[in-house]
């Protein structure tokens, strides 16, 4: 997916903006929510959002989706580079993994709903990580 604040932003300023905010707030991490082309959900009402580094990724999911006021039959999930990261794990930890390349976290939204008649368990709600 092509990133709306990736092309409107150069590489050298995305790492400025980064860094200028880690700086000021070294206990926090930056993070960008861009909602998918073909994503079927509400617009956030941000998409910038500054969380602290201990905040782990269940509680960032528990606080994207209450925003969003996803339904039941909507699930929602995190990737980390293909990899979905552990519930456990924190903001800082996904953040520290390439923070020159990430200068912030950047989050892919798109979804998919789950009927009661539909037998696959795995009819994700997308938050990719990139």
């Not at 209450?66 to 519930?87: G, H, M, S, Y």
């Amino acid at each position: 997916m092509k990133f709306a604040y990736k092309e409107e932003h150069s590489f050298e300023k995305r790492l400025a903006e980064g860094e200028k905010i880690r700086k000021k707030y070294p206990s926090s991490v930056p993070v960008i929510v861009e909602k998918s082309p073909r994503a079927r959900v509400p617009t956030l009402d941000k998409n910038k959002y500054l969380v602290p580094s201990d905040l782990t990724v269940g509680q960032f999911y528990f606080l994207i989706r209450k925003r969003i006021q996803l339904k039941p039959e909507q699930a929602l999930f995190f990737f980390v580079e293909n990899t979905i990261p552990p519930t456990s794990a924190t903001m800082g930890a996904l953040y520290s993994v390439r923070p020159v390349v990430f200068s912030v976290v950047l989050l892919s939204l798109s979804s998919c709903m789950i009927s009661a008649t539909q037998t696959p368990w795995f009819y994700p709600f997308f938050l990719i990580l990139h």
